[in-house]
């Protein structure tokens, strides 16, 4: 079955990056897009962007352009997602998501919390 | 940005009730392709959400025929039907003809 397995929790310091990983399972990685989409209790979700697994072509949402950035490493069929000076607001859960009309399947998403 | 609109925030319903929950958009969704990118998901609480509705009216693999979705343009609504425990939780439209993609506010659905 199809499934979406993210690293975990992270806590980081502000000004510091992370990266989450998203390996996919079940079907053939590059024959679907992988979104990130972040969840926070006061914006709600919020799409992030999308990576062509195929290409590694990407599109951003204008707001996470230069906070995020989308790789994916099809030898391990593994999505990437890192996230650079890090900041409070930037505390969240964090889900990648496979894309075909809809968001089919989701990750369990990955807590980012950023605190000195 | 597409901003979508979900009306009420909260409701409260009967074990066997019915519900509806209307989601609208500040711009027509349908696509140059002709095809209306309308999802809708549900998001039990400390789950990821789930698809349940995608393209306005089409039901998900494994999606009970209790969820029925409709609309078009930018007025879109969620119907489910005979409410079981298991329906609570935070329902989200969210929509993918223009990007970037968005997501309305969420409607919490609970036992009165």
């Known amino acids: 079955q199809v499934q979406l397995q993210q690293s975990g929790a992270e806590l980081a310091k502000p000004g510091s990056s992370v990266k989450i990983s998203c390996k996919a399972s079940g079907y053939t990685f590059t024959s679907y897009y992988i979104s990130w989409i972040k969840q926070t209790t006061g914006q709600g979700l919020e799409y992030i962007g999308y990576?062509?697994?195929?290409?590694?072509?990407?599109n951003y949402n204008e707001k996470f352009k230069g906070k995020a950035t989308l790789t994916v490493d099809k030898s391990s069929s593994t999505a990437f997602m890192q996230l650079s000076s890090l900041t409070p607001d930037d505390s969240a859960v964090y889900y990648c998501a496979r894309y075909n009309s809809g968001y089919a399947y989701w990750g369990q998403g990955t807590l980012v919390t950023v605190s000195s | 940005d597409v901003v979508m609109t979900q009306t009420p925030v909260s409701l409260s319903v009967s074990l066997g009730g019915q519900v509806s929950i209307s989601c609208r958009s500040s711009?027509?969704?349908?696509?140059?392709?002709?095809?209306?990118?309308l999802s809708w998901y549900l998001q039990k609480p400390g789950q990821s959400p789930q698809l349940l509705i995608y393209?306005?009216?089409n039901r998900f693999s494994g999606i009970s025929d209790r969820f029925s979705g409709s609309g078009s343009g930018t007025d879109f609504t969620l119907k489910i039907s005979r409410v079981e425990p298991d329906d609570l939780g935070v329902y989200y439209c969210g929509q993918g003809t223009q990007y970037p993609w968005t997501f309305g506010g969420g409607t919490k659905l609970e036992l009165k």
């Open positions: 711009q027509s969704l349908v696509h140059n392709n002709g095809n209306t990118y």
């Open positions: 990576i062509n697994t195929g290409s590694g072509g990407t």
């Open positions: 393209k306005v009216s």
